[in-house]
């Protein structure tokens, strides 16, 4: 049965632009629509009408929308939306030309910077200047290896308005970890800085570009921008100019707007990569903008003036997302280095310090600062917090009550997901909805979210495969270098033929969420049975010793056996107490199928740059395959913690 943990007063929902969204459908296209669920079945059902009000209601400035919101709603992939239109994302991002803030940056406790819109017009201008200068133009890249500091926006927006295409990762990728994403789409100029702040500690950056940038030769410039030093020596780093002097010839000035096509390729995001080489997904400008704008106004009603903030890095797609929020008019509140600072206290002082309205994290963070014994509802005030979104991985049940009881108790806490895939959210927060215990509240307006058995039945209260039926402005353009569209269609519609398959075990829940169990990729099949991860994780981690896991199935006597890894507390062993308890929540939580057949110790878990961990590599080297690209690991090393275990091969 679901656990009512909170819902929003009577007032918020009057105030919401959910609530304001709901009267215009009905004013416009007669829509006859009165809460959160009879939207979303109008937002599939009218597609067309209910795009065209999102565009309408969030202003988005460029020549349309037109007559036409999209050619065949059920071709899928290749359905075109607004085919009429041209815009420009930076356009709409830079909508704001005032003294308000437009992006307040803290840098752990090292650097603190503050740019209003006014200043980052200008800076924007003169980036913009400066890349055409280097001959950068419509649908040329440009790459930025960088913090998540403020020239990050800066040159995304810069290149967005002249019609170029921005990539982004972040400067603790390898060599070869940036070689494998960069070099698959040759960029025009490289945006990197000379360092970044970690735990304290200043991390150079140049080393690595010295290795990096021969291996480009399509770069034209380098710019490097000063983060950890005020003028670094560049002598090592060919094509290297400070970010001074490539824009000193310039002065700021209007900034001008190349409007190109709805679907003109914005940005290239990358897959995690941990099965190969990454794949690099193409998105659209369009798709991109409304999109987010409809996720950020509507699902977490961000409005003119908030101050939004996400833990993220470049190389995550939640830093795109999270910039979005200048077409929202919202200030961007920007944090670079450990989430961890000031005994895990940091993210909260900024709260606290900037009137922080959207705090956005990840479910391991939330986890470990439980685990640290954090209780920020009595060390900070964080009045001004009307929504704590959470992604990365599924927020757990105890997760959902340590933010109610620890955190704040009346806040929209909306578990979102969704991915680089989409560089956006199948579901995620409503915040006229009441927040159930575990449960994600709402599937995505304007997306036809089902969940099928394996035969491609749509099925409630079981749990399958998470879908989306019909076709959505941000599906990808394409991936890069696949003119057949081959790899496209492999990735996400060979399962069911014209329907989007993403790869998540989900169930639907009787109040309208969603409960997600993990990727099907990484279930366990046990006896034949499906038995999702997340499953296992939620109930191992409420034990105080373990500080994470990690579960797979390895092949054994023709069958799977569950084998969950842990690890573990500083100074605590895995004793046969332990592992009985271990045992015995999960057994007495779940089913006896769940319970592992093995528990093994381990002193680390690897995991993607964004913090994912990563099953599916541990599950190859479990059974002594190669692990393709282990570029794409924070922490590679760790891998070989899980190689020709003893306690595996009995």
């Known amino acids: 049965m679901s656990v009512l943990l909170w819902q929003p007063s ?23 629509v009165d809460d959160y669920a009879s939207l979303r079945q109008w937002s599939v059902a009218a597609a067309p009408e209910f795009w065209r009000l999102v565009w309408e209601t969030c202003g988005i400035i460029g020549d349309g929308p037109g007559a036409v919101v999209v050619d065949d709603i059920r071709k899928m992939p290749g359905a075109r939306w ?32 503050r740019l209003s819109f006014a200043e980052l017009h200008g800076l924007v201008s003169r980036a913009q200047q400066a890349l055409t200068a280097a001959g950068v133009g419509v649908g040329d890249r440009v790459a ?45 100029v490289l945006v990197a800085a000379d360092g970044y702040f970690y735990s304290g500690k200043s991390h150079d950056s140049l080393e690595k570009l010295a290795a990096i940038v021969p291996g480009i030769p399509s770069l034209a410039a380098v710019v490097i921008v000063p983060y950890t030093a005020e003028r670094a020596d560049l002598a090592a ?65 961000v409005r003119r003036d908030d101050r939004v903030f996400y833990f993220t890095t470049c190389g995550w797609m939640m830093w ?27 993210l909260f002082d900024f709260a606290d310090a900037e009137g922080m309205t959207l705090f956005g994290t990840s479910a391991k963070w939330i986890d470990a600062i439980a685990k640290m014994g954090l209780e920020p509802i009595k060390t900070h005030d964080l009045s001004t917090v009307r929504t704590i979104c959470s992604t990365g991985s599924v927020l757990a049940p105890e997760g959902f009550d340590y933010v109610y009881a620890k955190i704040k108790a009346d ?162 062993t895995l004793t046969p107490e332990l592992e ?15 319970v592992p057949a093995k528990i093994v110790q381990v002193d680390d878990i690897p995991r993607t740059k964004s913090g994912k961990i990563v099953e599916l590599a541990v599950r190859d080297v479990v059974h002594g395959r190669a692990v393709k690209n282990k570029e794409a690991l924070a922490n590679p090393e760790a891998l070989d913690l899980f190689r020709d275990r003893r306690e595996l091969t009995d």
């Not at 919202?330 to 000031?342: K, Q, V």
Request: net charge neutral; aromatic share 10%.
């Open 10 to 32: 009577k007032k918020r929902v009057e105030k919401s632009q959910l609530t304001a969204f709901i009267h215009a459908a009905n004013r416009r296209f007669g829509a006859a």
């Open 82 to 113: 607004f085919p009429e239109a041209r815009l420009n994302f930076a356009e709409n991002l830079l909508r704001r030309n005032d003294d308000g803030d437009a992006i307040v940056f803290w840098g752990e406790d090292k650097v603190k910077r």
């Open 144 to 188: 930025g290896y960088l913090p998540n500091i403020p020239e990050a926006v800066i040159f995304m927006l810069a290149a967005s308005s002249l019609g170029a295409i921005w990539s982004s990762a972040s400067p603790d990728f390898g060599v070869q970890g940036v070689l494998d994403r960069f070099g698959q789409i040759a960029p025009k």
């Open 237 to 301: 780093v060919p094509k290297a100019t400070h970010l001074a002097d490539f824009i000193a010839p310039f002065a700021a000035k209007a900034v001008a707007f190349t409007r190109l096509p709805f679907g003109h390729p914005l940005y290239v995001m990358y897959s995690s990569g941990t099965t190969g080489a990454p794949k690099c997904i193409v998105h659209s400008a369009g798709g991109a903008l409304i999109q987010q704008l409809k996720e950020h106004r509507l699902h977490c009603d």
């Open 320 to 346: 795109n997302w999270l910039v979005a929020g200048l077409a929202a008019e919202a200030t961007l509140l920007l944090y670079d280095g450990n989430p961890s600072a000031r005994d895990g206290n940091i």
């Open 411 to 572: 806040v929209q806490l909306a578990s979102i997901s969704g991915g680089t895939d989409i560089i956006s959210c199948f579901m995620l927060g409503n915040p006229n909805g009441p927040v159930y215990r575990g449960e994600i509240q709402a599937r995505g307006l304007g997306m036809k979210v089902e969940v099928y058995d394996d035969s491609g039945t749509p099925v409630e209260g079981a749990k399958g495969e998470l879908v989306c039926s019909q076709a959505f402005p941000s599906m990808p353009v394409g991936f890069w270098h696949d003119d057949s569209g081959e790899k496209y269609h492999a990735a996400y519609f060979d399962k069911y033929p014209g329907v989007w398959c993403h790869g998540d075990w989900v169930e639907l829940t009787p109040t309208g969420g969603i409960v997600v169990y993990g990727r099907s990729d990484a279930t366990l099949n046990p006896g034949g049975v499906r038995i999702g991860t997340a499953e296992i994780y939620r109930q191992v981690e409420q034990i105080d010793e373990v500080l994470e896991s990690l579960v797979i199935g390895q092949d054994w006597s023709a069958d799977v056996r569950v084998v969950l890894f842990v690890r573990l507390r500083p100074g605590v």
């Open 580 to 594: 009985a308890r271990i045992k015995k929540r999960i057994r007495d939580n779940t089913t006896p199928r769940h």
